[in-house]
């Protein structure tokens, strides 16, 4: 290769290769960690929930009624109530009820995140009956009265309006039963009141 004076090359010799800085390795770059995993949501039926015993003899009760109004057949019957007193949860509970009046409808099902909490909703069939209402004791003596007003020839009559007036007026007040029979206990009352007011109208007239 020939070598110019000056110490260029000729040209289209070949040139030796010039180096370049030495190459810098470069830092590892930290990855994010990633977010934790959400667990599963688990369906959570609750029908699944398990029935007391409280809970299968109303289940039993429906089917009496049910049975008694002619809309199960003896055998149906016999067959329910075998189930309900095997049954285990409210889900077998309602099956056995539900093509009833007074069946219960199974409540939706709910995932673990958005049921927090459990609070199952009780049934309307498991539900305990409503307090019935006192009946009120005026009232009844009024009755008493009344009726006792036949024997004793109509002297209870006055006693038996007095206790009836009253008896009303307490069972409105306090909702009370016994309003019929108070009503009951003034009609024998006052019939008592006019046959002695007949009576002595008569003497007096005829005496």
């Given amino acids: 290769m020939a070598v110019q004076p000056w110490g260029e090359q000729e040209f289209g010799a070949a040139r030796p290769p010039v180096p370049g800085p030495p190459a810098m390795p470069y830092p590892a770059m930290p990855y994010p960690a990633m977010p934790p995993t959400a667990p599963p949501q688990v369906a959570m039926p609750q029908s699944a929930m398990r029935a007391a015993t409280a809970d299968r003899e109303r289940t039993v009760d429906v089917l009496k009624a049910a049975f008694a109004e002619g809309r199960l057949s003896a055998a149906e019957y016999g067959e329910r109530f075998e189930a309900a007193s095997a049954a285990q949860t409210y889900g077998q509970?309602?099956?056995?009820?539900?093509?009833?009046?007074?069946?219960?409808?199974?409540?939706?099902?709910?995932?673990?995140?958005?049921?927090?909490?459990?609070?199952?909703?009780?049934?309307?069939?498991?539900?305990?009956?409503?307090?019935?209402?006192?009946?009120?004791?005026?009232?009844?003596?009024?009755?008493?009265?009344?009726?006792?007003?036949?024997?004793?020839?109509?002297?209870?009559?006055?006693?038996?309006?007095?206790?009836?007036?009253?008896?009303?007026?307490?069972?409105?007040?306090?909702?009370?039963?016994?309003?019929?029979?108070?009503?009951?206990?003034?009609?024998?009352?006052?019939l008592s009141i006019a046959f002695w007011v007949t009576i002595m109208m008569t003497l007096a007239v005829f005496g």
Avoid: K, Y
Wanted: some cysteine; charged content about 10%; overall charge positive.
């Fill in 93 to 190: 509970l309602a099956r056995l009820v539900a093509d009833l009046p007074a069946g219960p409808m199974v409540a939706p099902q709910m995932t673990v995140a958005q049921a927090g909490p459990v609070m199952v909703p009780v049934p309307p069939t498991f539900l305990a009956p409503p307090p019935q209402r006192r009946t009120n004791a005026v009232a009844v003596t009024s009755l008493v009265l009344g009726l006792l007003c036949v024997p004793t020839g109509g002297l209870l009559g006055v006693p038996a309006v007095i206790a009836g007036h009253i008896g009303r007026r307490q069972a409105a007040e306090r909702n009370e039963e016994g309003d019929g029979m108070a009503v009951t206990g003034i009609v024998f009352g006052w």
